[in-house]
């Protein structure tokens, strides 16, 4: 688990997004610089500092610099990276105080921050969890950035960034913060929902995962939230939906995708059963 400020704006010195193929590996780096790697979809493993860590779709590594780390993908990987400046200084409480890190439920104003402000909270391996659409859509941003502007695209890029590391950090902090209206077992619920919802969830696996029964688990969440899971399962899926489609460059079929449905026909079909409109007609 580590703190950054970002009081400053962090430097960029590389970024881009790659795919690598089946059985892509490399014999191990240690860099001068920062890494932060979000997965669009595959499986990777990253063995850091002699302990391995398994990546897939949505979730993001956090690399310190001077750190040692060798990746290794059996499935193939598409992933977003950047080396980036600054200090991820180590916490060794396991439940941080969060009243050291920014709870601005805005983006960061650049040049506002006073130097004892804007700690963010990062651990090696996150979920991106609800913040999901708003961090790729920057980090596409990022990207774009570099081919549209060349050389002039730097400070974009670290303005870009700058806010998708404090979407990734709202996205971690949400493990540490519960709501206090709902019991535990139901926050527990939630988070794994949340962290989840770009795949189909089953209640077997939902409850088998979290070591609850299946009863339990529908009773105790229909008393709080006065919903099924299934049913919030569907509503958060297509809440990211419509976010995707309405601010995002995602098409119907990326939506589809990123959203763990089987077929784009039958995510049209939930949607607009969902909505009343086709998704093709929702964004317009």
């Known amino acids: 688990m580590f703190t950054y400020n970002i009081s400053t704006l962090p430097g960029v010195s590389m970024s881009g997004k790659t795919t690598e193929k089946k059985g892509w590996s490399h014999s191990g780096r240690q860099m001068g610089y920062n890494l932060f790697v979000y997965f669009h979809s595959g499986e990777c493993v990253f063995d850091i500092a002699?302990?391995?860590?398994?990546?897939?779709?949505?979730n993001i590594a956090i690399v310190p610099k001077n750190t040692p780390y060798r990746p290794h993908t059996d499935t193939g990987t598409e992933?977003?990276?950047?080396?980036?400046?600054?200090?991820?200084?180590?916490?060794?409480?396991?439940?941080?105080?969060l009243s050291?890190?920014?709870?601005?439920?805005?983006?960061?104003?650049?040049?506002?921050?006073?130097?004892?402000?804007?700690n963010l909270l990062f651990d090696t391996k996150m979920e991106a969890g609800e913040e999901a659409s708003e961090i790729e859509m920057l980090l596409t941003k990022c990207v774009n950035a570099r081919f549209r502007h060349g050389s002039d695209a730097d400070l974009l890029i670290s303005l870009y960034f700058c806010e998708a590391l404090f979407h990734?950090?709202?996205?971690?902090?949400?493990?540490?913060?519960?709501?206090?209206?709902?019991?535990?077992a139901v926050n527990r619920i939630i988070a794994y929902i949340n962290s989840n919802y770009t795949r189909k969830i089953s209640l077997d696996e939902l409850c088998a995962e979290l070591n609850m029964s299946k009863q339990y688990c529908m009773r105790i969440f229909k008393k709080h939230l006065h919903t099924t899971i299934n049913d919030y399962i569907l509503a958060t899926r297509?809440?990211?939906?419509?976010?995707c489609l309405r601010h995002t460059y995602m098409n119907v079929n990326e939506t589809a995708n990123y959203l763990g449905f089987s077929s784009v026909s039958y995510f049209s079909r939930v949607f607009k059963d969902y909505y009343g409109v086709a998704p093709s007609e929702y964004f317009e």
């Open 168 to 184: 990734t950090s709202r996205a971690y902090r949400t493990r540490f913060e519960g709501d206090e209206a709902h019991p535990p």
């Open 238 to 243: 297509m809440k990211h939906a419509a976010y």
């Open 50 to 58: 002699g302990k391995k860590f398994e990546y897939k779709k949505g």
């Open 79 to 97: 992933y977003t990276f950047f080396h980036f400046d600054g200090e991820l200084i180590p916490q060794s409480d396991t439940t941080p105080n």
């Open 100 to 118: 050291l890190i920014t709870k601005n439920e805005k983006a960061p104003i650049y040049g506002v921050l006073s130097p004892d402000a804007g």
